[in-house]
């Protein structure tokens, strides 16, 4: 299996564990910063996967930095939009989650910094790859 899908994997499991173990839990109202840490996971593993889908595209490092960001961020924001579906269709019925736009923006943001976080891991792996 390839390592960046691997990754998106076992990102998306702690994703799982978060949804059904620790939310029924109170975690969130427990810690505020614990939401913050699942969007900046899940930013890392859209990227993840983007590198996984764009593994035989041969794209310049710059470019490739950027889709990755631009990938967490689009995923970010169809997480925000089926969290907002998911309230709507329930019936604003959801005691856990109320949406707003500080909440909604900074998900987003969260979720490019684990973008950001991945690529600056990426380039420094490559640097240290090329300095040896």
């Known amino acids: 299996m ?30 505020w910063y614990a939401d913050i840490v699942l969007h900046i996971l899940a930013g890392i593993m859209f990227g993840c996967l983007w590198l996984w889908f764009s593994r035989k595209l041969t794209l310049p490092r710059e470019f490739l930095y950027s889709s990755i960001i631009m990938s967490a961020v689009l995923g970010s924001f169809l997480w925000e939009v089926w969290e ?12 856990y989650y109320i949406p707003s736009l500080g909440d909604t923006l900074s998900d987003i943001l969260a979720g490019m910094v684990g973008a950001i976080i991945l690529c600056l891991v990426r380039l420094i792996h490559s640097l240290r790859v090329n300095f040896k």
Do not use: E, H, K, T
């Open 84 to 95: 907002f579906g998911g309230w709507y269709v329930r019936g604003f019925s959801m005691p």
């Open 2 to 31: 390839d390592r960046n899908l691997l990754w998106a994997v076992m990102l998306f499991g702690v994703q799982l564990v978060n949804y059904f173990f620790l939310r029924p839990l109170g975690i969130y109202s427990r810690f």
